[in-house]
Nanobody
Framework: QLQLVESGGGLVQPGGSLRLSCAGS????????VAWFRQAPGNVREGVSS????????NYADSVKGRFTISRDNAKSTVFLQMNNLRDEDTAVYYC????????????????????WGQGTQVTVSS
């Protein structure tokens, strides 16, 4: 069964960058659409970005468009989230999640549609 592990979080100053990684094991991550979500204390879990199985179809929350880029390396069973020009409001625990269903182009940032979740990695943006 697929397992997901996030890494790459940390403390950065506003305007800085981080690259998060989501590593799949136990089953090829290439068979799954993957999405990044985040949740801060007192807030609902929100979709950040998602990518289809083949990597050709992506979407982004309006709040991160132009700043974040999702990508994947299926040969390495890893999905990345490059985060640039970080803001205080980006502070949250970031989770990756996977969905094996639908077609090869499918992707979504709706959390209820995802079956497998990682443990999360903390991103803190502060000066």
């Amino acid at each position: 069964q697929l397992q997901l592990v996030e890494s790459g979080g940390g403390l950065v100053q506003p305007g800085g960058s981080l690259r998060l990684s989501c590593a799949g094991s136990g089953f090829p991550l290439a068979d799954y659409a993957v999405a990044w979500f985040r949740q801060a204390p007192g807030n609902v879990r929100e979709g950040v970005s998602s990518i289809s199985r083949g990597g050709d179809n992506t979407n982004y929350a309006d709040s991160v468009k132009g700043r974040f880029t999702i990508s994947r390396d299926n040969a390495k069973s890893t999905v990345f989230l490059q985060m640039n020009n970080l803001r205080d409001e980006d502070t949250a625990v970031y989770y990756c999640a996977a969905n094996a269903g639908y077609d090869s182009r499918w992707t979504s940032t709706a959390p209820d549609l995802y079956d497998y979740w990682g443990q999360g990695t903390q991103v803190t943006v502060s000066s």
